[in-house]
């Protein structure tokens, strides 16, 4: 069974472009998740994407936006990158969104690390 | 995340010492997760409670969720070099999965 993927693993970018983080999930998984988590703070929730539909999203601007293609690997991106958003961006996924049980855990990825200058 | 509080912020302890990691939300959670992070790396699945009075054990580490579903405990016995990290609680407060985390424990265990 492979477990959750990430790429790429770091990433180095100016103020004002834009930035494509991809994530493969793990095998039977069918419901992604993406976290932004800064220098000594937990992760925060950015959205999730089950079915190829965003099926939930945090406090988090339009400017991030993902998507999830039918093999249930997703992609994250971000415009107009802010010095505010270097941080390690993390995919999670698992088996069945809200439901209860198990099968609601959710597996997480190694991470990017983002550097924003 | 301000749902979440997370204490102590950071341990250390010798080795062979127990030690105790709380976790409180100001919701009622759906299921309450925890994971452990090396520095700089992605988080490792360690247990998930969904019931009150719930209690998960898996080697020397046993966590516990109350019977109001508010707050979770976090055990390590006899500590060892290998279980230090940074130590997540993750709560699913809205029946949806989205995760909200606490700002981590970090533990440091000294040989």
């Known amino acids: 069974e492979t477990g959750v993927t990430q790429s790429p693993t770091h990433l180095i970018k100016t103020r004002g472009q834009q930035v494509t983080l991809r994530c493969s999930s793990q095998?039977?998984?069918?419901?992604v998740s993406w976290y932004q988590q800064a220098l000594g703070q937990g992760p925060q929730f950015i959205f999730q994407?089950?079915?190829?539909?965003?099926?939930g999203r945090g406090n988090f601007p339009p400017r991030f936006s993902g998507l999830q293609f039918p093999n249930y690997s997703s992609e994250l991106n971000v415009n107009a990158l802010e010095l505010d958003d270097s941080a390690l961006y993390l995919c999670?996924?698992?088996?069945?969104?809200?439901?209860?049980?198990?099968?609601?855990?959710?597996?997480f990825g190694p991470g990017t690390r983002l550097t924003v200058l | 995340s301000q749902e979440l509080e997370q204490s102590p912020q950071s341990l250390i302890v010798q080795e062979g010492k127990n030690l105790t990691i709380n976790c409180t939300s100001s919701?009622?959670?759906?299921?309450l997760y925890w994971y452990k992070q090396k520095y700089g790396e992605g988080l490792i699945f360690l247990m998930m409670?969904?019931?009150?009075?719930e209690e998960k054990s898996h080697e020397k580490i046993t966590a516990k969720l109350d019977e109001k579903k508010q707050q979770s405990s976090l055990h390590i016995t006899a500590s060892q070099p290998s279980h230090a990290g940074i130590y997540l609680c993750?709560?699913?407060?809205?029946?949806?999965?989205?995760?909200?985390f606490g700002t981590g424990t970090r533990l440091t265990v000294i040989p």
């Open positions: 409670l969904q019931k009150g009075g």
């Open positions: 919701k009622t959670l759906y299921g």
């Open positions: 994407y089950y079915r190829e539909e965003e099926n």
């Open positions: 999670a996924s698992s088996p069945i969104p809200g439901l209860a049980g198990e099968g609601d855990t959710q597996y």
């Open positions: 095998s039977g998984h069918n419901t």
């Open positions: 993750g709560a699913d407060i809205t029946g949806a999965n989205n995760l909200f």
